[in-house]
């Protein structure tokens, strides 16, 4: 036995994420004398780092540089990469420049480590720039190097960047692969450049990809968000006849598509077909039918559909919950949608201040004032902090109520407990003081509006005008608008 082979131990221990049992191999290796070596810390290091704890992989190495072990560009390497995967990219950068300061060349493994994980954080620029000072040292950008640039550089939209690095990429010799030229293909499909997104596909099949699911889904998608259904239908279409099986983000993309058009028979044909292929409806596939029934003006098959999900074994999400709700408060159907709104609250949803706006907005437009008031009276016993949208609904209810005074506390209220007004609020309330021809009052808030740089909108804008038409109108009030 020697420390060659006891280092293969702890490393198979590491693998195993048995890292305490690695630590005892490396007591073990001191009672029997042998000598622990950089690369014994290096993998006990690695160990921590995948399992989260790279706090005590960084105290490992400080412990080991004390005791007199001289570590390398690997050990380094291992905490760089452990640090990016938690997220600490400033402290990576850190050691790359202690490295740095060893006179150590570091690898391209180790800077592209460092640029994929400034990437993820969008800082694609840093990321670029780290790129250029490594080339100006000489080490050559590899394929995960630009591969992780070009998908940072789409992520943010910056396309024509990201073919320029293409270009740069294949001059090099070093050829981009499916996934990499998918990212390109999705994001120009997502700003609905077809044409470009066409020619990168041309020059995937010229190189000798195949063009996958994703490659498909991605026009599909972006066809059915521009509700070019029978465009997404041929593609689909396509995909099946070369011999690529749909998966479930392209029935849902395409049920989406036909939702959005209003084509409800066309999407649950779609949601048959799909159950029949063998796929189950996920909780998102069920949400956009719910959606698309409900925009259809067809809530109580919506409804319908809502308490089938668990026939399929699917448990809505609170976003399935806010569309099911919204649609039916929408549709008059305030009984049915607080009947379920109940059922909810006593579930084990964590309903959010989103759901109880909906209700909210419900209670306020069927003109129940007093309901409405109780609920949005609960709401801090319920642990949810109200916010803008929240008292902006119950402002809004209460001035077309012409309970003016109700709503003006509710808005300084709001002020006072630290939820700021915004555009929004302020036009409902005008919108109500314009109504009871409360011309004063009008003139105090539109002041407040301009000093706080916010806009009348168009119903404010149209409620003016209406109002200045009538002999009723203010002399006062001409003035404040139209000045001398």
Sequence with gaps: MDTFILNVVINSLCHLKLVAFGFSVLGTMFKLGFEPSVVTFTILGNGL???????????????MEKMGYRSDVKTYGVLINGLCKMGEISEAVGWLRKIEERNWKPNVVVYSTIMDGLCKDGLVSEALGLCLEMSRKGIRPNFVTYTCLIQGL??????????LLLDEMMKTGTMPDLQTLNILV??????????????????????????????YNSLIDMYCLQNQMNEATRVFEQMVSRGCLPDIVAYTSLIHGWCKIKNINKAMQLL???????????????????????????????????LNMGKYGQVPNLQTCAVILDGLCKGQLLSEALSLFHAMEKSNLDLNIVIYSIILDGMCGAGK?????????????????????????????????????????????????????????????????????????????????????FSVDATTTEMIINYLSTDEADIGFREFLFPK
């Design 154 to 163: 789409c992520n943010f939209g910056r396309w024509k960047e990201a073919g």
């Design 49 to 63: 780092c995948v399992k989260g704890d790279v706090g005590r992989a960084v105290e490992l190495v400080d412990r």
């Design 369 to 453: 004032l007093i309901d409405a008031w109780e609920l949005f009276s609960s709401l801090p016993s319920k642990g949810l902090q109200i916010n803008v949208y929240a008292y902006t609904i119950m402002i809004n209810g209460l001035s077309k109520q012409g309970l003016l005074d109700k709503a003006e506390y509710l808005l300084t209220n709001m002020e006072e407990n630290g939820c700021m007004p915004g555009s929004c609020t302020y036009n409902v309330f005008v919108q109500g003081l314009l109504r009871k021809k409360e011309t004063a009052r009008s003139i105090k808030y539109l002041t407040m509006m301009r000093d706080k740089g």
């Design 186 to 215: 999705d994001v120009l499909c997502k700003e609905g450049k077809i044409m470009q997104a066409k020619s990168v596909i041309g020059f995937m099949i010229l190189t000798g990809e195949v063009p996958d699911v994703f490659t």
């Design 272 to 306: 048959d077909e799909m159950v029949k292929a063998g796929f189950t409806p996920d909780v998102v596939t069920w949400t956009t039918l719910i959606g698309g029934l409900c925009q259809a003006g067809r809530p109580v098959a919506a409804k319908e559909l809502f």
